[in-house]
C-alpha cells in the first residue's frame, strides 16, 4: 500500500503540489492525470523518495518513502528521463539496475523485451525513443518491484506497445498484488488500466475516485424555462460552462450533484434532463476550468 498523506512540495516560492491525499491499495492502480506542469512528475518524485516533501509524507506499507533504502529496493520508479548506464545493450543496463533490486528476474527481461520485438544485445543508443521506452518498461517489471511508478506512462508508444502495456501491467498486478501509479497527460490512455483515477490541476487533486465512480461527480443538465432566463437565475449552484439561449439552458454541474439537481429541479423549468459525462468530458471540464480562453482572443490583435 501506498499512503500520501497531506503532501506539499514547493521549490522556492513556487507550490508544486498542495496537500495531496491519496492511497494506493495492494493490487490497485492508481493513475494520475493532469496536464504538463500541473504536479505530476513532482508527486512521482516524493513518492519515490527523491524529494522529501516539506510537509507531510508517503508511506509504503507503513514506513516513510523518504531514505529508506530497505523499501526503495521494492520500487522502481521509470522517470520520463529514465537513465542508461553509457554505451550499454539492454542486457547489460538490466546488469546495472539488478544490483540495486534483489528479486531482479532476468527470465522475464527476456520474456517482456521478445513481447515488444527487442533484441536484449541490442545497444541502447541504437534504439528509437519508443524502443528505448520498451526496454526500460522490460527492466521496470523484471525488477519485481512491490511498487511500480511510471511517469507518462505510454509516452513514444505506437498503439500496439500501449496495448501490450497495458496487458502486461494487468498480468503483472494480478500476479504480484504490487501497488502501481501511473501518470499521463492523456487521460484516455491511462484509464484502460487503472481502477482508480486522480486529476491533478495545477498543484491540487480536484478529482480522487475510483474509475467507475467518476461521473457520479459531474451532469451534464439541460432545463427549458416557460421564459427567457438569465445567470442570476442560477445563483447558489456549482456550474460550469453555461449556455443560455431564450428559455433553454444547458451547463455542467459538479460536486454533489443530486444536491446540485434538486436546487435546480425548484427554479420552475418545465423540464429538466441530466446526463452523464464521459472521463474524457471530464478531464477536460476540470483542466479547462484554470484556462482565461478570453485571454487568447486578444493576443493577435
Do not use: W
Amino acid at each position: 500500500m501506498i499512503e500520501i498523506k497531506s503532501v506539499t512540495k514547493s521549490y522556492g516560492d513556487f507550490v508544486a503540489i498542495d496537500d495531496i491525499n491519496i492511497t494506493v491499495d495492494d493490487s490497485s492502480v492508481l493513475g494520475i492525470a493532469g496536464f504538463n506542469g500541473s504536479g505530476k512528475t513532482t508527486l512521482l518524485n516524493v513518492c519515490a523518495g527523491i524529494y522529501k516533501a516539506d510537509k507531510g509524507s508517503v508511506l509504503l506499507d507503513g514506513k516513510d518513502a523518504f531514505d529508506n533504502n530497505t523499501e526503495r529496493a521494492n520500487l522502481f520508479y521509470l522517470s520520463d528521463n529514465f537513465y542508461f548506464p553509457v554505451a550499454t545493450s539492454i542486457k547489460t543496463a538490466a546488469k546495472f539496475y539488478a544490483t540495486y533490486f534483489p528479486n531482479f528476474d532476468f527470465k522475464i527481461l527476456q520474456s517482456v523485451c521478445e513481447i515488444f520485438g527487442l533484441d536484449i544485445k541490442k545497444n541502447v543508443r541504437s534504439l528509437s525513443k519508443g524502443m528505448t521506452k520498451q526496454a526500460a518498461i522490460a527492466i521496470a517489471f523484471a525488477a519485481k518491484p512491490k511498487y511500480l511508478l511510471i511517469d507518462e506512462t505510454f509516452d513514444g508508444l505506437d498503439p500496439h506497445k500501449k496495448e501490450l502495456l497495458r496487458k502486461l501491467l494487468l498480468e503483472y498486478i494480478n500476479d504480484t498484488g504490487a501497488s502501481v501509479i501511473i501518470s499521463s497527460h492523456d487521460l484516455g490512455e491511462i484509464s484502460g488500466v487503472c481502477d482508480h483515477i486522480a486529476i491533478i490541476n495545477g498543484k491540487n487533486v480536484i478529482l480522487n475516485c475510483a474509475i467507475e465512480d467518476v461521473s457520479e461527480h459531474f451532469r451534464r443538465v439541460k432545463m427549458i424555462f416557460s421564459q427567457p432566463v438569465t445567470e442570476s437565475t442560477f445563483k447558489g449552484i456549482n456550474y460550469r460552462k453555461i449556455k443560455l439561449s431564450g428559455r433553454a439552458v444547458s451547463m455542467v454541474v459538479f460536486g454533489d450533484v443530486q444536491s446540485e439537481i434538486q436546487k435546480l429541479t425548484k427554479l420552475g423549468a418545465e423540464s429538466i434532463e441530466t446526463n452523464l459525462l464521459t472521463l474524457e468530458e471530464v478531464f477536460s471540464e476540470e483542466t479547462e476550468a484554470v484556462t482565461d480562453y478570453e485571454k487568447i482572443k486578444s493576443i493577435f490583435k
